[in-house]
């Protein structure tokens, strides 16, 4: 799941600034999830934007709030019509991908965002997030007992672990655990240790052509001859 | 001002609100199993807010005599109450008990007019006559009650004792009745229904009751000194003495055995001998009144039956052989005994109370069933003949007085009804009723909270007169029972399911743990486990949660609107808002007196239990203008559910998170225990509302300085 976090109220305020009539936009997903930009996140931050209005002088904002299913999807957008002619912006409190596809969607009004996009990552207990997958493209979590060195380590070694390791934890940080002695743990369990022996080749480091596409249909080859 | 939400637009939420708006409660065991199906939670919940005016108003909508039930309802509702599953049911007789002292039962003046024609005659005075009566009288007909004997109330007159129920309740009763304008003819037997069809009356509800003593069937029963049970009670319960001798032997193990045991007691018997076929745990008295019976001093005999009374002029004793099973194998009443084992009892008076039967006037010309009891239609109450209806003890045999009381209601309606030429709608308002046990994790997850039993006369005290043998609770011992209500049924629900992202959070914070995913990967949050603390309501990003009784939703959100109406029209400066535990406020001096009366600048806005209270509420407190704002909760010690405190802190923690973001300063919102005494309540409270003035006046000048 995509993790985000609420930007701060300040930078919120400065932001929306220029505009008199906003809609806050929650996400009914991820951002949902993660307490960032929900239903619930959207009437919060309605009702301190108005506090801070009440403080500050100059400030004449008026709000909507409204909360899609998904904001990174045209069909969920498009129930927006209506309510995007009668502000001047939009707030999204959807991730990186969300406010995009606002933008492209509403191209005359300006979108922004109102959370930090922040890592893809699972819920160890109610309130905290622990990044996992840095979407590398080249999974390699087959070899390391389902443990990822590359989102994982600090350093993101493919062969640990470093010195750095003390008691298996990081170095860079004593509340985190060493990557590598977890895989090297797991692999124990799973009676696979062999697998620590073998060397691992750097992962390819070049560049990532962004923006990166995928394509899940196929072509379609009535014929079905190969090449 | 903050406007209603979405009045500039409907959000996602407001298409909902619609549907909101239904209650989604299910009726809790305790309702369900009253015969007259009162909304028990309702009342209990509010005297748990200290609100016993309103309780009163509740209790009264639904049952024509509080006061009576109030002394003598045999509570079938306690018996189920998912309480006791925990620990020890609520003592929710009791309360009533309270609801009706204290909130103000005898200044009730009901009326009623006449506004049908058809008049109603009413065959007999005992609680399902009475009943009838006054609700036939609300639906507007005129009403006449028969009754044979010089008073009014029946069984509730004759049959039960003073110290159980004492007269004045019942005159009061009977007086409100008499206002509401039922005829009443006292000291009238009827003899002829047709003769009542003939002067006038289009309907006639007949609940005689069952008067006659079951007899022994034994030799020596018609010997001077032998009684039986309901003509002893009749006669002291009518102001007359019966001379009754030293010691006593009371044959039967129900409560009109136990009664006369207990009144012998009153007229100075000696020693006092209750014999019974039962054994103990078969007994079909109450257990409650059992065990006043022994404390009083009362001797139980179990498992005897008797075989002779024994005496030449008068009895002299009886004796009884060993009763092995009362039931056969088939659960029958078949009762087997031994010889062999014999027993004997030595008494001047012997008195028999093993049950009662019916006795209807041949002339009735009513068709008789099983136990000399009238038949009828169990829906309609219906007899053979047309106009006729009958219910009350002359149908069920012995019954309790809540459900003569159900029945009287029942009657009064199908009478409309038939007077009306209506076809009868029976059960056409019926809602849903909570199934289903606590499962044990969940039992271990409630609070065991000791049940409060309302105060009784001493043994000692008891026996010298015909008092009432309970006392009402005080406020705080009331309030502290009620607050025990798990209040079934009306828990949270996921009503927006398709609004539900799934996040689990509900189900990771749940004190109760009793939201599951179920195997297709849905959220459920099962009504019959839920304690209806409301955390998860708050907690839940997508908002997809709510408390199933529409009240529960909007409360915060209307007191605190009317809090900002009176605040703006005093415009006093600086304005504080205090969200306030309902529950707690009884008890806390200066939190209720500021309620009451309303310290200025200072304004309460209550609310049931501060899990409630959402960040939003805190921020809108603000944005209406108060300059601080303090949550007042009972701390998690005194509070009935779990993990109340901790989340309140936890909201008003993120709220000053966003206020200091702002520029408000953390001190301008406080957390105080509704419990701390009432000095350190009042005291913080003062340093707070000083502390206010000061950054008010400071942020004032301030603003002067840069304009």
Redesign the interface.
Known sequence: MIVAEQK???EIRRTIAPYEKILILGC??CM??C?AG????V??LH??L???Q??GRNEAH???????KRQCEFEFLDMLVD?VK?VDAILSLGCGVGVQVLAERFSDTPTLPGVNTSFMGA?K??GVWDERCAACGECRLAETAGICPITRCAKGILNGPCAGSKNGKCEVNKDTDCAWILIYERLERLGQLEKMRRYYPPRNFCPIPRPRRLVSKVDINLGGNDG | MYPAQGDVFKSRSNDAVKKTSFNHTLMPPCQAACPLHMEIREYVDLIAQGRVMEALQVIRNSNPFPSICAYICSHPCEEVCQRGQVDKPIAIRALKRFAVEFGGDRMIQPKAETTHEEKVAIVGSGPAGLSAACYLRKLGYPVTIFEAYSELGGMLRVGIPQYRLPREVLDTEVRRLIQMGVEIRTNTRVVSLDLLFDMGYKAVFITVGANQSRRLGIEGEDKPGVVDAITFLREVNLGLRPSIGERVAVVGGGNVAIDAARTALRLNAKEINLVCLESRQEMPAFESDIQAAVDEGIILNCSWGPRVIVGDDRVTGIEFIRCTSVFDAEGRFNPSFDESVKISFTAETVIIGIGQIPQIPEDFHLRIGKGSTIRVDPITLTTNREGVFAGGDAVTGPATVVQALATGRQAAFRIDEYLQHRYPLVGRDERETLTGNLLPKTIEMIRKLNRFEPPVLSPQERAEEFEPVELVYDWENAINEARRCLRCGMGAEILFQDKCATCLTCLRICPYHVPYLDDSGTVRIPVEQCQACGICVAECPAKAIVLRKPQDRRHIDEELNHVLKSATQSNFKPLIIGFCCQYGLYGTGTLASLWREAKAGIWIVPVLCVAKIETEHILRAFEMGAEGVFIAGCGQEQCAREDTAFWALQRMEKARKILRQIGFESQRLQAFNLHANDEDLARALDEFSEQIGELYLASAIGQEVKT
């Open positions: 701060p109220l300040d009914g997903t949902t999830v307490n929900g239903e619930k996140e009437s919060v009702s301190a108005k506090v801070a009440t403080r008026s709000f909507l709030e409204y909360t899609v309510k009668e819920s207990e109610w």
